[in-house]
Structure formats: structure tokens, C-alpha cells
């Protein structure tokens, strides 16, 4: 098992050896996530929840990463989630 640490090595380790599992703070906002790119104001950072790491994009000017959560089908975009990317959000 490797660790890996900001947006350069995450994507790195997609490309070269596929999804990371991560920490993430499921706060009450990611728990009630039903779409978009989710980038409230929230700071909180306890890692009670672990994600899967897939891949990721830009919504308009919003970097974000792409995670499957194992809440299911019906939590976000069908089980996945676009988490904002490169500011420690949520702890991720």
C-alpha cells in the first residue's frame, strides 16, 4: 500500500494503478449530496468515511474529483458524487 498526498500525486496513481480510497468528512452536506459539484462552506475535517477516488473534471471554473460513495444508487449522482478538488475540502 502506497500514500499518496495532493492533486498531482492522486492523479498520477489513477492513471499509472486506477481508483484511491481516501478519508472524507461525511458531514450532514455530503450526506444530503443529490447532485452538482458539492463545495459548501463547510471546514470540517474528520475523516469518518472512506471513498473511492475515480477520476476528475472542471464544471464551469469548479475542479472537482469524481467518487463513488457506498451509500447506494440513490445518494448523488447515482452512488457517485463531483467533490471539490484542490482545497483540502472535506478533508479530501
Known amino acids: 500500500m502506497s ?3 495532493g492533486e498531482m500525486e492522486i492523479a498520477t496513481e489513477i492513471l499509472s494503478n486506477g ?3 481516501c478519508g472524507i468528512s461525511a458531514t450532514n452536506e455530503f450526506k444530503s449530496y443529490n ?3 458539492l463545495k459548501l ?3 470540517e475535517i474528520n475523516h469518518n468515511h472512506y ?3 475515480y477520476g476528475w473534471g472542471v464544471s464551469n471554473t469548479d475542479k ?3 467518487i463513488q460513495n457506498s451509500y447506494g444508487p440513490n445518494w448523488g449522482e447515482e452512488g457517485s458524487a463531483r467533490i ?3 482545497t483540502n475540502y472535506l478533508g479530501l
Do not use: D
Request: hydrophobic content about 60%.
Open 3 to 5: 500514500v499518496v498526498a
Open 19 to 21: 481508483p484511491v480510497v
Open 35 to 37: 447532485g452538482g459539484v
Open 51 to 53: 471513498v473511492m477516488i
Open 84 to 86: 471539490l478538488r484542490g
Open 64 to 66: 472537482f474529483w469524481l
Open 41 to 43: 462552506n463547510s471546514t
